[in-house]
T-cell receptor
Framework: SAVISQKPSRDICQRGTSLTIQCQVD?????MFWYRQQPGQSLTLIAT?????????ESGFVIDKFPISRPNLTFSTLTVSNMSPEDSSIYLC???????????FGPGTRLLVL | DAKTTQPPSMDCAEGRAANLPCNHS???????VYWYRQIHSQGPQYIIH???NNETNEMASLIITEDRKSSTLILPHATLRDTAVYYC???????????????FGKGTKLSVKP
């Protein structure tokens, strides 16, 4: 399995600002995903981060709100833009070593928006 | 929506086997059964997965019924550290489109008690 790290691990932000979350993997992976977990809820997929092309977003999530970058096979960023208190969640990076294989999750980034 | 049904909560005595059921009556022939768990404030941890045969690893055993409409995750000797939310997920082992994504339901909150 891959070792996945996320930065920051937690943050408190003001309404209207933006936060960029980084996900770093210790080996090259085919697939990278971003999930959100709102307080007391299960995980929801935001988007698939595609290397060298635009991310693929799930219904209800848009690029303007959650821009994603994936410059190489070991790194991705998720930006939460123009934040509101409703964006307070845990944001999780997940990776798949090969297409169709098991996904592994990072430790998450805990975001509180005031 | 999640394609699985799990009890919302279960208790288990420390040292005893924990048997977590999951119903997936609409599972397709090319869909695997995956189990993850999420210990409080951490990212989900992969446990085990299977297609139709029973599987065992160092963490748990997975028993899948012959008709594949249900399965049971078995933690043979539960410890207090196994207290977590356990998620049963079915997905195809192919990342084409959104079919390969992990869709999380609400899971089962397992409480291991001394």
């Amino acid at each position: 399995s891959a070792v996945i790290s996320q930065k920051p691990s937690r943050d408190i932000c003001q309404r209207g600002t933006s936060l960029t979350i980084q996900c770093q993997v210790d080996s090259q992976v085919t697939m990278m995903f971003w999930y959100r977990q709102q307080p007391g809820q299960s995980l929801t997929l935001i988007a698939t981060a595609n290397q060298g092309s635009e991310a693929t977003y799930e219904s209800g999530f848009v690029i303007d709100k959650f821009p994603i970058s994936r410059p190489n096979l070991t790194f991705s960023t998720l930006t939460v833009s123009n934040m509101s208190p409703e964006d307070s969640s845990i944001y999780l990076c997940s990776v798949g070593i090969l297409a169709g294989e098991t996904q592994y999750f990072g430790p998450g980034t805990r975001l509180l928006v005031l | 929506d999640a394609k699985t049904t799990q009890p919302p909560s279960m208790d288990c005595a420390e040292g005893r086997a924990a048997n977590l059921p999951c119903n997936h009556s609409t599972i397709s022939g090319n869909e695997y059964v995956y189990w993850y768990r999420q210990i409080h404030s951490q990212g989900p941890q992969y446990i085990i997965h299977g297609l139709k045969n029973n599987e065992t690893n160092e963490m748990a055993s997975l028993i899948i019924t012959e008709d594949r409409k249900s399965s049971t995750l078995i933690l043979p000797h539960a410890t207090l550290r196994d207290t977590a939310v356990y998620y049963c997920i079915v997905r195809v082992a192919d990342y084409g489109g959104s079919q390969g994504n992990l869709i999380f339901g609400k899971g089962t909150k397992l409480s291991v008690k001394p």
